[in-house]
């Protein structure tokens, strides 16, 4: 009964957070289309379970690099709304004290080593972090989060080969929602992605990105055998995204159908189908979760009045944190 | 004092900061027993093993992302970069993802790492293994640039390197690694942005940067002859820059001439010369000028690769005009 209950929080915590995501992502999408946040983000809307899956097979101490579109990562791997919110509006109490902005969140504390703005840019960040982790003699594990489009980046290659010439512990997920920005994958990626790993020794697996058990059960397993120095891995993730490469990219018809997304949104839905299993296996009732939606959507509501109340940083800031040790760059 | 090699120095140096701290790793191609094709690092496998002398394949943006990645978890990677040119390989890992994590985090991750690499034509290396790059480098905001003049320097420089909690890139001119200078037994440090005043005058100032300190000091033996007396300063870190040195030197001797071996345009010589304009303005008795590299990709031919660089020669007819008030104009 114990291994039960600890199952129902682990479901109940995995819908949580996908909710968690899908509402952040909703009152960020408003923000720009009310002209409150400064710049441009990236959805992660229709993707959560690939987050959620693989982040609760982690710990605090295993880490994450993310991407352009990482505020999926970075709720699933423990952050704050306010903090994230805060950083979106470019405001002190921001997670990055408003330097960074939606690209660049970080979270040490939760092990999110942080988004990053170049595709692909953070595959060595992340292999590096598993190699110190070898060299410690730690069994730390680190998920390298990029999508499909990052495929196509040289730098995988190059450190897919070290990783497993030097077996190190770090787990390649490429979320492959079907769009290289404004252009369909199979435009941009000859033959088959999981291939790619397969060609360096590295075992590879394809999951439904949308079925959040999948991905997780495939992760803890993944994540255990990493430990004991079987690493690294590769997971393709199917997954879609609802929105467009970012949210300034309403009129996308002529890259993919409305039909196609209305598809997607009705019949594959992380969340929805989560929530079905959740109801059917008898683990909550359609009123815990409405009321547990409601209490999220009551704590992103109260986040982004937060943030907008929020203090910018003060100007003298501009110069700081150049470097470690000079407190002023430009003093 | 004992005299050893600046190649000496700069193993001395490593092996000494990796005795003092495990962190500490080297990171490169043919760094173990090929101890760099310059054969800098030899030996320093026998003491440290292959677990912290790591030759990687040939993929410098791979294993310059790894290293970010180790530093960012808490290493202390030097990675070596077998010739200077091939920084443009590794621009995004150093300039977009290192110089930036420490700002894009509001100071929350560092990246202290070493980038080791050289500079230096007239080595019959042709356009790719013969470009001096500091400057590039030097532009971006986040990294500290060190430009050891000597094998004493070149200890000093790089013990401070590894200790700094930034990303620190150090060039070595390669056509002194084989050159002797005194250098202590006792461990020493030496601190970034204070320069040298390496020889004392009155009548103008050289600024000379990495092995054309050497071309500064000749250039001033040429002039002690003819009744000209230079003095000749040594900034060691580009970034930071001793800048209250080099203007004290400016007021001193109302004369200035600064020479990089980096291409003239765009360089270390315009940023220094401009700031001595802008500060020093109404101590000059002359317009402060700059001795670069050719603009042009450096020549194969001996014959033609000579001229590209300065010479002590050339420096020290240009001091010449400048004492004897003659109007220089750049041809």
């Known amino acids: 009964m114990a291994k039960a209950k600890t199952n129902t929080e682990d479901y109940m915590r995995m819908y949580r957070q996908m909710v968690r995501i899908r509402t952040f992502e909703d009152n960020a999408n408003q923000l720009y289309l009310s002209a409150k946040m400064p710049g441009l983000t990236h959805m992660y809307s229709g993707e959560e379970a690939v987050a959620v899956g693989i982040c609760e097979a982690l710990t605090d101490d295993d880490r994450i690099t993310s991407t352009h579109r990482g505020h999926g990562h970075c709720v699933a791997k423990g952050a704050n709304f306010k903090e994230m ?8 109490e921001g997670y990055c004290r408003g330097k960074g902005g939606s690209m660049h969140i970080a979270d040490q504390s939760h092990g999110n080593l942080g988004a990053n703005a170049i595709v692909g840019g953070s595959m060595g960040i992340a292999t590096g972090a598993a190699l110190r982790a070898k060299l410690q003699k730690k069994d730390d594990v680190t998920v390298c989060f990029f999508g499909d489009g990052a495929t196509a980046q040289g730098l995988l290659y190059e450190v897919m080969n070290m990783a497993a010439l030097w077996k190190l512990p770090v787990i390649y997920a490429c979320e492959n929602n079907g769009y290289s920005e404004y252009t369909k994958t199979e435009e941009i990626a000859a033959g088959s992605i999981t291939a790619r790993a397969e060609a360096f020794g590295i075992e590879a697996h394809q999951v439904d990105g949308q079925d959040v058990l999948a991905v997780n059960a495939l992760t803890q397993k993944l994540v255990a055998r990493a430990r004991k120095g079987e690493g690294p891995f590769f997971i393709e993730l199917m997954t879609y995204r609802y929105h ?15 039909d196609e997304e209305k598809d997607w949104k009705d019949n594959r839905d992380p969340i929805i189908r989560f929530r079905a299993w959740l109801v059917d296996q008898g683990i909550a009732s359609e009123e815990e979760i409405e009321a547990m939606n409601a209490e999220i959507k009551e704590d992103a509501s109260a986040a982004v009045e937060y943030a907008l109340a929020a203090k910018y940083p003060d100007v003298s800031e501009v110069d700081m944190h150049v470097y470690t040790d000079i407190t002023h760059a430009c003093a | 004092m004992r005299e050893i090699t600046l190649s000496q120095a700069v193993n001395e140096a490593l092996a000494e900061e990796m005795r003092r701290d495990e962190t500490v790793f080297i990171i490169g191609e043919d760094v173990a027993e090929a101890g760099t094709p310059f054969k800098v690092l030899a030996g320093l496998v026998e003491e440290f093993g292959t677990e912290r002398v790591i030759d990687t394949p040939i993929a410098e943006p791979g294993f310059m992302g790894l290293a970010v990645g180790a530093a960012m978890t808490g290493a202390r990677p030097v990675v070596d970069l077998m010739f200077g040119d091939f920084l443009f390989l590794i621009m995004d890992q150093l300039c977009n993802q290192a110089a930036k994590t420490h700002y894009m985090s509001g100071g929350k991750l560092t990246v202290p790492l070493v980038l080791r690499t050289n500079l230096g034509a007239t080595r019959r290396s042709a356009a790719q293994h013969s470009q001096s790059l500091h400057a590039l480098v030097a532009h ?37 690694y084989q050159e002797k200078a005194p250098v202590p037994e006792e461990e020493f440090l030496i601190p970034f942005g204070e320069a040298n005043v390496k020889r004392e005058g009155t009548d103008i100032t050289l600024i000379g940067t990495s092995s054309m300190v050497q071309v500064c000091e000749k250039a001033a033996e040429i002039l002690a002859k003819e009744g000209i007396s230079a003095e000749v300063v040594d900034p060691r870190t580009i970034v ?19 020479v990089d071996e980096g291409h003239q345009s765009y360089g270390v010589t315009a940023e220094i010369a401009s700031r001595i304009n802008e500060k020093a303005f109404y101590h000059l008795d002359a317009p402060v000028l700059r001795m670069g590299a050719l603009d042009v990709p450096v020549p194969f031919s001996p014959a033609l690769e000579d ?15 400048l004492v004897a008030g003659e109007m220089i104009h750049a041809a």
């Open chain 1, 244 to 258: 467009g490469h970012h949210v300034g990219d309403i009129n996308r018809e002529y890259y993919r159908t409305k």
């Open chain 2, 140 to 176: 971006i905001p986040g990294l500290k640039v060190a430009m050891p003049s000597s094998a004493y320097e070149a200890k000093g420089l790089m013990k401070t390197a590894i200790r700094d909690n930034n990303p620190v890139v150090i060039f070595e001119d390669k056509l002194m």
């Open chain 2, 307 to 321: 001229i590209t660089v300065p010479t002590p020669e050339g420096v020290a007819e240009k001091a010449r005009m």
């Open chain 1, 85 to 92: 919110f805060c950083e979106l509006l470019g405001k002190e």
């Open chain 2, 240 to 258: 930071p820059l001793d800048e209250a040195t080099l203007l004290a030197s400016a007021r001193k001797t109302s004369r200035v001439i600064v």
